[in-house]
Nanobody, 127 residues
Framework: QVQLGESGGGSVQSGGSLRLSCAAS????????MGWFRQVPGKEREFVAA????????YYLDSVKGRFTISRDNAKNTVYLHMNNLKSEDTAIYYCAAAQRPLTSTWCVRRQEYDYWGQGTQVTVSS
């Protein structure tokens, strides 16, 4: 069993930056694929980024490439999402998720493939 808790959300102006954190409890954090998703009211939860066990195993939503960076610190059981040059369309509740399987691009964008979810943290970007 893994419990996830997000933090770091808030309100920023367009062009600003935020760093989201997701702390995980439980064992074997380093073996999980970790993902970030986001959701706005009335829309489906959308994949943002994922990071696997191995260095370089990272995927991003096209619209965040070059602006967002996902990273992990296995010693701290934490995954991060660094968000730069934020835009109003990035406004959403951001969720982290964990999956007990190696990362590949064929499944990491599907929310149903993840086993554990956090409660979410709100990010609001004003223009």
């Amino acid at each position: 069993q893994v419990q996830l808790g997000e933090s770091g959300g808030g309100s920023v102006q367009s062009g600003g930056s935020l760093r989201l954190s997701c702390a995980a409890s439980g064992r074997a954090f380093s073996t999980y694929t970790m993902g970030w998703f986001r959701q706005v009211p009335g829309k489906e939860r959308e994949f943002v980024a994922a990071i696997g066990r191995n260095p370089g195993a990272i995927y991003y939503l096209d619209s965040v490439k070059g602006r967002f960076t996902i990273s992990r610190d296995n010693a701290k059981n934490t995954v991060y999402l660094h968000m730069n040059n934020l835009k109003s369309e990035d406004t959403a509740i951001y969720y982290c998720a964990a999956a007990q399987r190696p990362l590949t691009s064929t499944w990491c964008v599907r929310r149903q493939e993840y086993d554990y979810w956090g409660q979410g943290t709100q990010v609001t970007v004003s223009s």
